[in-house]
């Protein structure tokens, strides 16, 4: 390993960095690209769904198909990238139909070399990004908020979720996407000599919309070239947005969407054999079944019901090492606490969060706490979106009692992306591990305000209410974003009391008043070393005890490179402070002093086209880390062999020099999948962690069928290497099957 970069502690050392951060700034040659061209940004487009005499037949022959010919065509897509505003290089052609039951999407997307057509996988909802693609978002509440996602590439994968209304979440993110909705749905595709088609089938009961069915709805579609890294759209949007900005889709009419009201049906059954990771462990097996119910109330609200919840399919976590002294994030995974899971968000993504679903079945160390069941009551009663959930966890010995969680949830759009809401969220233990008082409680209001279309300003205040917790119970935030196509900014200020106890929220650290501030410019250079866009942008974040003792200090200056073939790079220095109040063990057998802490490191990222065949990613951070230094180095190699086979290899690595002693880290992570077709895949996890000195391996089947139900073969094994470990692996065999009803339509 080379030896440990020098640390900088002069002002000219400062200097020097910032400099290379800001390289891209010193580039006056370069003009930006001004947009020309194609339809003008806002201004709103129509079309027509037209009623259809006959379904069509689902195989992709749009143009042959004679139940076409009522559905007149829409074009005129408009680039966002590479040349902003120009029309797309190639032809697109949408027809939208319905009948009593289903909506329909036809669409052609023209090619004059269908050869170099790029599919990157054909497994259900991986991602469009690295194929040629078209992607749909349906706003059917006409509330410029939320929407229904429906995507697809050449080879026919079904890729689905949910937008939902605006957050603070990042500057260019518009709304929420929970890409972890489900839905049933189908979708039919062909490449022929005139580029590729596909045909979208997609059932009324699947969507939410107004009780009378209002006769224009919100549009938009997305297609994607990826040889080009072409992306357009058939309403035009500047090159900071994306899809899931449904306040500027364009206008469907003509639908006659029925009333409704429907119920869904689907049980499950699997059955589990563990064998445990010592010598001579016994084998113990087991089988169960359970139900989740769904019920259209309204054709906007959705009653939802699961009995003896089970999320065996569900893939596993990705491991961390934690080199600081705060909580770890770990994303939620689990499918019926992911859909509408926007409606119930209040906080700062992994950060703070008013409710985090993952402390409802599962052990502060990740261990399975049986669910018992539970309601979710959820959707939009014209401007009002309302949230209610119930759910039992039952006890789990020397983990936690039995617990009862609910979360009641209210919002209000108001115009122009604006909206205000209140949140309840309680746990209450019960049982013989239960306190006398085992309760939780947390209350939030929330608000933003959008100022014209790309200024927003956003906040909330909380506080819980914790048995023997009486001060400083707070939390609140305000922000204030603006992004435009050329400068995004925001600013914003948060303060979480000492007090502060959201027992079913996230939280990474407590007692702190924390100011942040980001600057980002975009320039688009005309013809000049074949880059496509330069990113320079300044961060800064604080964190503040209320005594004024500084624990972090993050600033960070970069500028990001983007070439027209896919390559980027990132060019960053960052400056830091810690602020350690007590020592703490880094790793076992090295401790981090109290004291305060000042670096600068280097930051480099760099990447191939994500789309290609093969590609290669590379992030090196380089500087000081507590007093010592570290050099940290996270390579990662990705293939694909057509549009069924891909695999990722990764690896990071710490090398760190502290006064306190030295040590290394190692993380490798290798993930394969292959799909035999879109809904029948294998796919496997194999992660080494050698902090904890134990392998893991995840190894997945599933062959789906309606809205991702079906039959699930799951292969867990992990080995414990080290000192405290057997050597012995502990191996769990569990095969599921569930199957969705649709019993009343």
């Not at 608000?447 to 048995?467: C, H, K, L, M, N």
């Not at 802490?597 to 090196?620: C, K, S």
Request: hydrophobic share 40%; glycine share 12%; net charge negative.
């Amino acid at each position: 390993m080379p030896a440990m970069l020098a640390r900088r502690r002069g002002r000219g050392g400062r200097l020097a960095l910032a400099g290379i951060g800001l390289l891209g700034l010193a580039l006056a040659p370069l003009r930006a690209q001004q947009a020309s061209g194609g339809e003008a940004i806002g201004e709103r487009r129509s079309m027509t769904a037209a009623r259809l005499s006959a379904a069509p037949v689902l195989d992709g022959e749009v143009l042959a198909d004679p139940a076409w010919e009522t559905a007149v065509p829409s074009g005129g897509f408009v680039q966002s990238a590479p040349d902003e505003g120009e029309p797309a290089s190639e032809r697109t052609e949408v027809r939208v139909g319905f009948d009593d039951e289903t909506l329909f999407v036809g669409v052609v997307c023209y090619d004059r070399d269908p050869a170099k057509i790029i599919v990157a996988e054909r497994r259900r909802d991986a991602s469009l990004d690295e194929s040629d693609s078209f992607t749909i978002v349906l706003d059917a509440y006409s509330d410029r908020q939320s929407g229904f996602v429906f995507g697809t590439n050449p080879a026919g994968i079904e890729f689905d979720g949910q937008v939902t209304g605006a957050t603070e979440g990042g500057l260019s993110a518009g709304n929420a996407f929970n890409r972890s909705w489900d839905a049933v749905w189908e979708v039919r595709t062909r490449v022929s000599e005139l580029g590729w088609s596909a045909e979208f089938a997609i059932p009324f009961r699947t969507l939410r919309y107004a009780r009378n069915g209002a006769a224009r709805w919100g549009i938009n579609f997305q297609r994607n070239i990826r040889r080009r890294n072409e992306t357009s759209f058939w309403a035009p949007l500047a090159r900071q947005l994306n899809l899931y900005w449904v306040s500027l889709a364009g206008d469907l009419e003509g639908v006659e969407a029925p009333a409704q009201r429907n119920l869904k049906w689907t049980p499950y059954a699997l059955v589990k054999g563990r064998r445990e990771g010592v010598a001579g462990g016994a084998t113990a097996s087991d089988s169960d079944a359970g139900l989740d119910v769904k019920y259209g109330v309204t054709p906007g609200v959705t009653l939802d019901a699961t009995l003896n919840t089970d999320f065996a399919q569900v893939e596993a976590d990705e491991q961390q090492i934690n080199l600081d002294r705060f909580n770890l994030f770990f994303p939620e995974k689990r499918p019926f606490f992911l859909e509408n899971a926007g409606l119930f968000s209040i906080g700062v993504a992994e950060e703070l969060e008013l409710f985090f679903s993952r402390r409802i079945g599962l052990g502060p160390q990740g261990q399975e706490i049986p669910i018992v069941g539970g309601l979710r009551l959820s959707g939009k009663a014209g401007a009002n979106n309302l949230g209610l959930l119930y759910m039992r966890a039952d006890e789990a010995a020397d983990v936690a009692p039995r617990n009862d969680f609910a979360v009641a949830r209210y919002s209000r759009d108001l115009p122009n992306r604006s909206a205000i809401g209140a949140m309840f969220v309680g746990r209450e233990g019960a049982g013989r591990l239960a306190g006398a008082d085992d309760t939780n409680r947390t209350y939030g209001l929330d608000g933003r305000w959008g100022i014209g279309e790309y200024g927003q300003v956003s906040g909330f205040v909380a506080r819980t209410d914790t048995p023997g917790i009486r001060e400083d119970d707070h939390a609140f935030r305000l922000a204030a974003r603006y992004d435009s196509e050329t400068l995004a900014y925001s600013v914003g200020y948060t303060e979480v009391g000492e007090g502060f106890n959201p027992e079913v929220g996230f939280l990474a650290r407590r007692g702190y008043r924390k100011p942040d501030a980001f600057i980002l410019y975009r320039i688009r250079p005309e013809k000049t070393w074949g880059l496509q866009e330069l990113r320079p942008h300044v961060s800064y974040r604080g964190f503040w005890g209320f005594d004024d003792f500084q624990e972090t200090g993050y600033l960070h200056v970069d500028n990001h490179w983007e070439w027209r073939n896919g390559y980027e790079l990132h060019t960053g220095v960052n400056f830091t402070r810690e602020g350690v109040r007590e020592p703490f063990e880094i790793v076992p057998g090295v401790v981090v002093p109290p004291g305060t802490y000042d670096h600068e490191d280097l930051q480099l990222v760099f990447f191939t086209n994500r789309g290609a065949p093969a590609g290669f990613e590379l992030r090196i951070t380089a500087g000081g880390i507590f007093g010592g230094d570290r050099v940290a180095l996270a390579p990662s190699l990705r293939l694909r062999a057509g549009e069924a086979f891909n695999g990722e290899l990764g690896w990071t690595h710490n090398d760190v020099d502290l006064p306190g002693g030295s040590f290394e880290t190692n993380l490798g992570r290798l993930r394969l999948s292959y799909s035999f077709t879109p809904r029948v895949f294998v796919q496997a996890l194999a992660q080494y962690n050698d902090r904890a000195d134990r392998w893991a391996t995840n190894l997945r089947f599933g062959r789906l069928q309606s809205a991702n139900t079906g039959l699930f073969v799951v292969y867990d094994e992990a080995r414990d290497l080290g000192s405290a470990g057997t050597g012995v692996p502990d191996r769990s065999l569990i095969v599921k099957y569930s199957r969705l009803f649709d019993v009343l339509r």
